[in-house]
């Protein structure tokens, strides 16, 4: 890799992702990493800025080695195959892009909050990576996330527990009208808990590809009931939500 790694100590006021002002844990201490797109979030028991910084570089590193002897892989939109002898953040990716029925770079911000993020449980057995709306959280207490949309015909925020007992676990997101997901449907924002990110960032693309108006909302979560490994989601559609699977919501 030939850029050189940016590391930020705190979020700037400026930066598009404002949802991030919200993230509070004082029981942790929260950095930032960034490395070309990669630009995650990351709240752990110490500051493990530099080490995450090379676990970054390291798996940013074999996908990018792997698409550039198989260019295919970045580009294709449907399930695909790799070489049995891909590294296995990039067999992730593709296993979950099959489960979902999307192409494996789907699974790429969820798959990469994962890998560092248990690399890091090494050093801190609590660990939360956001990855632009998609996390990998161990826990060992009960933690609240937030769902963001700027539409003024939902609330700003829609908050959800996390029951420690549960974790690890990824809690992804997708948008078709806010953000740089990239989606063939219209919600405005859709999120999928799984045990694993990759999948839960799959999943959350194939969820967000089927809703493109309200009336879609209970198509999409009969979807996710039928999926493997999927342990509950939301669509946030045009004033309307619906929630399927074991979720705790927040006042």
């Not at 002002?21 to 990351?42: G, H």
């Not at 809690?171 to 078709?176: A, D, F, N, R």
């Amino acid at each position: 890799m030939s850029a050189a790694p940016k590391i930020f100590r705190q979020t700037d006021s400026k930066d598009p992702r404002h949802y991030r002002e919200r993230v509070k844990s004082p029981d942790l201490v929260k950095f930032r990493v960034t490395l070309k797109e990669t630009d995650l979030l990351i709240s752990a028991e110490k500051d493990l800025t530099r080490e995450a910084l090379a676990v970054v570089w390291k798996y940013r590193n074999q996908i990018e080695k792997y698409i550039a002897q198989d260019p295919h892989f970045q580009e294709s939109l449907v399930p695909y195959s790799v070489d049995r002898l891909a590294p296995p953040i990039v067999k992730e990716m593709a296993a979950a892009g099959r489960e979902a029925g999307v192409g494996p770079m789907a699974a790429v911000a969820g798959a990469m909050a994962e890998f560092v993020g248990r690399d890091l449980m090494d050093q801190s057995p609590q660990v939360i990576v956001e990855n632009g709306g998609d996390i990998f959280l161990a826990t060992k207490v009960k933690r609240k996330i937030s769902i963001f949309t700027e539409k003024k015909s939902l609330p700003s925020y829609v908050d959800f527990w996390i029951d420690p007992g549960k974790t690890p676990l990824g809690i992804c997101t997708s948008s078709g009208t806010e953000g740089p997901s990239f989606s063939f449907g219209r919600a405005d924002a859709v999120m999928v808990i799984s045990s694993s990110a990759a999948i839960a960032d799959a999943m959350a693309t194939a969820l967000g590809n089927r809703v493109h108006s309200r009336k879609d909302i209970q198509k999409a979560l009969d979807f996710l009931r039928g999926a493997r490994h999927v342990e509950g989601g939301a669509v946030f559609m045009e004033g309307e939500m619906g929630f399927w699977g074991d979720l705790e919501l927040a006042e």
